[in-house]
């Protein structure tokens, strides 16, 4: 989970839009109506493939410096940007049951005070997520 930056090759389209490849992802490529929107279906695309990556335990490769990166005389270079944990808060919500154990004492005290275990656990590792 991370934020990345990555070189796109950015393609105008004679209706106006742009076709978007990452050259150093396979399978990474996407296309928008115009600029605007060109650079956000680049983000989600670039987010997603690499939330495959990190999800399926692959080393996500390096970013190439965008001077190595061919291109013809009609397309550009560009940096565009992701960060894989807002991708994550976004698409992976789903909530997983987890079960755990807590010392008698405490879980006593805290039904007695009307805790909600799961709000508190998630607050929690939330704040300990964004601390690494």
Known sequence: MAKYAYPAV???EQDGGYSVNFPDL???YTCGDDM???LSMAEDVLAL???GYEK???TVPPPSTPDTISHSSEEFVNFVACDTLQ???????RSVKKTLTIPEWMNETATAMGLNFSQILQE?????????
């Open 10 to 12: 950015f393609t105008p």
């Open 26 to 28: 396979q399978g990474c």
């Open 36 to 38: 605007a929107d060109a």
């Open 49 to 51: 493939i690499l939330y």
């Open 56 to 58: 399926d335990g692959r």
């Open 87 to 93: 991708y994550r808060k976004m698409y992976s919500n």
């Open 124 to 132: 929690a590792l939330a704040l300990r997520i964004q601390n690494q």
